[in-house]
């Protein structure tokens, strides 16, 4: 059973930066799909960025391009999210999800969710 555990959320100022971490364990990943998520208040759960495990290919949307990086550490089973030049719109609850998606960044291709961890930018 994959399990996923996020951490590194906080409060921020804009402009400011974090680094989430998302451990992963219970499989060998390396024919997954590692995605970060995020929902705001009021807001519909929107993909962020994504990464092929095993090929090291990377997604972003369109609106945190040139400011956050996902990576990953396979000796650490981790998967990370750089966020860098923060601003008040990335307010959400951000959560790491693995799937077998082959390729596909959709969200009903990950069957498997962390628990969600808190990024609140102030303005």
């Known amino acids: 059973q994959v399990q996923l555990v996020e951490s590194g959320g906080g409060l921020v100022q804009a402009g400011g930066s974090l680094r989430l971490s998302c451990a992963a364990s219970g499989r060998t990943f390396s024919s997954y799909a590692m995605g970060w998520f995020r929902q705001a208040p009021g807001k519909e759960r929107e993909f962020v960025a994504g990464?092929?495990?095993?090929?090291?290919?990377?997604y972003y949307a369109d609106s945190v391009k040139g400011r956050f990086t996902i990576f990953r550490d396979n000796v650490k089973n981790t998967v990370y999210l750089q966020m860098n030049s923060l601003k008040p719109e990335d307010t959400a609850v951000y959560y790491c999800?693995?799937?077998?998606?082959?390729?596909?960044?959709?969200?009903?291709?990950?069957?498997?969710w962390g628990q969600g961890t808190q990024v609140t930018v102030s303005s």
């Open positions: 999800a693995a799937g077998l998606t082959g390729g596909s960044m959709s969200q009903t291709g990950f069957g498997s």
């Open positions: 990464i092929m495990w095993s090929a090291g290919n990377t």
